[in-house]
């Protein structure tokens, strides 16, 4: 059984930093694709960032040169830079293989006080 466990929301200033940590239970290279997502309260769970199995990332067009996604076995970070306000959120940690193994965490809370 695939579990993975988010670390490292919290409460933050606007314009502050935070390093959010995925730990999965098995070796991340399993994953095709890992990412981060996020929801805020009243909206719809949207995609942050991804990063293949080869190392190739993308991102969100909100958090693009602010937000930094790296895996370094068996983790995966979301480093956090320049927050606002928008962009507080539950943040979600996936682990894709394929439609019939795809894994969630349950969510570590990023709060940003404007």
């Known amino acids: 059984q695939v579990q993975l466990v988010e670390s490292g929301g919290g409460l933050v200033q606007a314009g502050g930093s935070l390093r959010l940590s995925c730990a999965a239970s098995?070796?991340?290279?399993?994953?095709?694709?890992m990412g981060w997502y996020r929801q805020a309260p009243g909206k719809q769970r949207e995609l942050v960032a991804t990063i293949t199995r080869g190392g190739i990332t993308s991102y969100a067009d909100s958090v693009k040169g602010r937000f930094t996604i790296s895996r370094n076995n068996p983790k995966m970070y979301l480093q956090m830079n320049s927050l606002k306000f928008e962009d507080t959120a539950v943040y979600y940690c996936?682990?894709?293989?394929?439609?019939?193994?795809?894994?969630w965490g349950k969510g570590t809370l990023v709060t940003v006080s404007s």
């Open positions: 098995v070796n991340t290279f399993s994953f095709n694709v």
């Open positions: 996936n682990a894709h293989i394929n439609n019939d193994m795809d894994y």
